[in-house]
Antibody
Framework: QVQLQESGPGLVKPSETLSLTCSVS????????WSWIRRPPGKGLEWIGY???????SYNPSLTSRVTLSVDTSKNHFSLKLTSVTAADTAVYYC???????????WGQGALVTVSS | QSALTQPRSVSGSPGQSVTISCTGT?????????VSWYQQHPGKAPKVILY???KRPSGVPDRFSGSKSGNTASLTISGLQAEDEADYFC???????????FGGGTKLTV
């Protein structure tokens, strides 16, 4: 059973960079794509992007100019950086394991990130 | 605006059946049999209940079933139970340019 846990600041100022890390335990780190997904208050889910253990990435075209994903296979964790944030980036951010058919099997509990001065 | 279109809400009484639709395009839902459905209770992470249109992960009751016709996928929940009250999201593979597209979500009231 794969377990994921998000960590990072819960409050970020406008125009600054949002940074989150997802720690993975159980299962094989090399068996999945590792994704970030968010849910703004009162809205639906939005896929942000994924990274593979090799470092290969894919990003949502709507966010690609502001998103960077990285991975540290020695620590079994992967990270999200989202630059130039605005209030519209306020959301619960989830990390999840993604299979090749775009199924998300395992999810973290979610981390609420609020963008506010 | 979400890439896939779902009704904002549906409702049903215990024991009844409800169907939630998920409409995409010929580039996502219509092109691949890679539609998934997720159930999300308030304050909890989403949980996959169907994948590859019709497949159920271990532990998901067979009251949950899926289908697809053209650019529209559907989730049917039969024998509604109070615990089924939740938000439901569909997703689809959207091709190499955008591997994942989600629906806007449907709130099911039982």
């Amino acid at each position: 059973q794969v377990q994921l846990q998000e960590s990072g600041p819960g409050l970020v100022k406008p125009s600054e960079t949002l940074s989150l890390t997802c720690s993975v335990s159980g299962g094989s780190f090399n068996s999945y794509y590792w994704s970030w997904i968010r849910r703004p208050p009162g809205k639906g889910l939005e896929w942000i992007g994924y990274i593979y253990h090799s470092g290969t990435t894919s990003y949502n075209p709507s966010l690609t100019s502001r998103v960077t994903l990285s991975v540290d296979t020695s620590k079994n964790h992967f990270s999200l950086k989202l630059t130039s944030v605005t209030a519209a980036d306020t959301a619960v951010y989830y990390c999840a394991s993604q299979r090749g058919n775009s199924v998300f099997d395992f999810w973290g509990q979610g981390a609420l990130v609020t963008v506010s001065s | 605006q979400s890439a896939l279109t779902q009704p904002r809400s549906v409702s049903g009484s215990p024991g009844q059946s409800v169907t939630i639709s998920c409409t995409g395009t010929s580039s996502d839902v219509g092109a691949y049999n890679f539609v998934s459905w997720y159930q999300q209770h308030p304050g909890k992470a989403p949980k996959v209940i169907l994948y590859d249109v019709i497949k159920r992960p271990s532990g998901v009751p067979d009251r949950f079933s899926g289908s697809k016709s053209g650019n529209t996928a559907s989730l049917t929940i039969s024998g509604l139970q109070a615990e089924d009250e939740a938000d439901y999201f569909c997703s689809s593979f959207g091709g190499m340019s955008i591997p994942v597209v989600f629906g806007g979500g449907t709130k099911l009231t039982v």
